[in-house]
Every structure is written in structure tokens, then in C-alpha cells.
């Protein structure tokens, strides 16, 4: 499909308003059918169908325990499949683009570089899909970050270790980027 075609769908998905309150509820926390029904004033069966349209664009999935939540991988492959360029590539700029060039191939990281500065970018990158305030289990982060890069385990030991995220009780959540350590990326 090409980038205009899920443009179109994209903005007609969210253009109706029942399918718009479900996202944003899907973003504060994940929640099941049932509750969104009964939160949101929707018969479930009308539910069924806006999940139907939200799910086939890759905005919502389904998570192991049968609740909804957002689907932040699916949201950044839209946003790369939206916003590529077409055309001839564009040579990087800045040391960020370079590394992200490098280490990157479509949206996966495809091995962790070795210097320190380089791969402090390829971490922070990998944090955007981590959504702020949010606590998750750990099983839930490892197959967030795995969906970009296959050693979740180091990922995820970088960043505590680096101070981008702290663990309680096998729960992690990102800290403020006020409280990120200082350093040269």
C-alpha cells in the first residue's frame, strides 16, 4: 500500500469519534472489551467493529492477557511508511542521522555498535517506543524492544544501568528525561 493510500486510512480510521476515545483511553492504560464498553458508552458489538478498523491499521493489539493497549510499534512503522522519503536516500548530517543509518534497517536495529557515544543514540532511539509513565512487566518490555532489536536483555540492563529507566519488583518504568544522565548525544 502505498504511503498516501495509509494516510488516507489512518486519518478516516481516527476521524470517527468513537474509534478517537478509544485510543485515547488505550493510551492512558490498557484495558479490556468490557470496560472499554462500559467506559466509553459503546455497545460491544459496535466496539468490535471500530477495534476491527483500529487493529487492521496496526494501531491496537491485543496483549496477553486479553486487554487492549496501543500499538506504539505499529504507530512508528506508520509513521516510517507515512514519512520516508521517496525518491533518492538523503545523505546524513548530523553524527545522530549517521549512526541511525549505520544501525538501523527498517526500523530494526541490526547489531548494537560498539563505541560508547554511538550506542547511547541507538538506546535513546530505542526509547521512543517506551511511553512515559506507563509501569510495564518485564515480559512486556522484552517484547517491546524485541520488535526492534533482538537482545532485549541488554537493551533493557543499558537502560537502567545508563539511568533511562528504573526497575522495582521485575517492573520498569522511564524516568523523566529531566533525571536522564547527562552526556554527549
Known amino acids: ?3 498516501e493510500q ?3 486510512q489512518f486519518f478516516q480510521a481516527l476521524s470517527e469519534r468513537d474509534r478517537l476515545l478509544i485510543m485515547g483511553q488505550l493510551a492512558l492504560t490498557p484495558r479490556g ?3 472499554l464498553s462500559n467506559d466509553l458508552g ?3 458489538m459496535a466496539l468490535e467493529r471500530h477495534l476491527q478498523v483500529l487493529s487492521k491499521l496496526g494501531l491496537t493489539e491485543e496483549l496477553s ?3 487492549l493497549t496501543i500499538n506504539h510499534a505499529g504507530l512508528n512503522e506508520l509513521r516510517q511508511t507515512v514519512f520516508r522519503q521517496s525518491g533518492k536516500p538523503k545523505k546524513p548530517k548530523t553524527e545522530r542521522e549517521k549512526v541511525l543509518a549505520a544501525f538501523f534497517e527498517d526500523g ?3 547489531s548494537m555498535p560498539v563505541q560508547h557515544k554511538r550506542k547511547l543514540i541507538v538506546l535513546r532511539e530505542l526509547l521512543q517506543d517506551v511511553e512515559p509513565g506507563r509501569t510495564y512487566q518485564e515480559k512486556e518490555l522484552n517484547q517491546l524492544i524485541a520488535e526492534r532489536y533482538q537482545d532485549f536483555c541488554t537493551v533493557r540492563r543499558y537502560w537502567v544501568d545508563l539511568g533511562y529507566m528504573e526497575r522495582h519488583d521485575g517492573y520498569y518504568r522511564l524516568l ?3 533525571e ?3 552526556d554527549e548525544v
Open 1 to 3: 500500500m502505498d504511503r
Open 6 to 8: 495509509t494516510l488516507l
Open 33 to 35: 472489551v468490557t470496560e
Open 42 to 44: 459503546i455497545e460491544q
Open 65 to 67: 492477557d486479553g486487554r
Open 180 to 182: 536522564w544522565p547527562v
Open 176 to 178: 523523566p528525561q529531566s
Open 108 to 110: 530494526k536495529v541490526t
